[in-house]
């Protein structure tokens, strides 16, 4: 069943600047965060070097500020591209609340990186880095909606066929004949949520869904 959700709604649903959750979500693995990190120093000395050179020039507070850009870009960064994961989802013409059940649920392994390493005999081996994801095919009594997959961890083995699921599908076709993008969902019988990213306020959506079906 998918039941409109109103601009004003999906307001309140999904924010407009970072959360906690989507601040940590947006910093990546810890080969991003080091990523992050080297642009912050090697930016914010670059451009401090430079701004101290130009004291007496007019430049010097614009050359300071960008030093300050650049050191806190470990900050911002994060929270801009988790802003701009928030607003790509509200830029969609229509929104609605799924309610339905899992329909199929399975572990697939991703290769997630791959570089050329040499061997004991000198010999270049391409060597892939996996890692274990979790796939919930969804569906209510209209058939498929689609599927939402998000890394494997423990917790996530009490997910069962048939288990009921909620979440926000997003369309830019007013019969959703067309699924743009789905959010984050809620299995309300295991009090879980699951995804790859947490777009939605979760207490909210817990709040949202209860008066929603309900009624």
Do not use: H
Request: aromatic fraction near 12%.
């Amino acid at each position: 069943m998918l039941i409109p959700i109103k601009p004003n709604e999906i307001q309140k649903l999904i924010p407009s600047v970072a959360t906690g959750d989507q601040f940590n979500s947006a910093l990546g693995n810890p080969q991003k965060i080091f990523q992050r990190i080297m642009i912050s120093a090697i930016g914010g000395v670059i451009t401090l070097l430079v701004s101290q050179s130009q004291v007496t020039s007019q430049f010097y507070s614009i050359w300071l500020i960008l030093g300050v850009v650049f050191i806190l870009y470990i900050l911002w960064g994060p929270i801009l591209e988790a802003s701009r994961k928030n607003s790509k989802l509200k830029s969609y013409s229509f929104y609605a609340l799924f309610d339905g059940y899992i329909s199929d649920v399975y572990v697939e392994d991703r290769i997630e990186n791959q570089q050329e390493q040499a061997n004991k005999d000198g010999r270049l081996e391409l060597i892939e880095k996996r890692r274990s994801w979790v796939v919930i095919g969804m569906e209510d009594d209209d058939g498929y909606l689609g599927n939402i997959n998000f890394p494997l961890k423990d917790k996530f083995n009490v997910l069962r066929k048939g288990m009921r699921i909620n979440c926000v599908v997003f369309s830019n076709r007013r019969d959703f004949s067309s699924i743009q993008s789905i959010s984050d969902a809620w299995c309300p019988e295991i009090r879980l949520w699951v995804g790859n990213y947490p777009y939605l306020l979760r207490p909210a959506f817990e709040e949202f869904i209860s008066r929603r079906i309900s009624s």
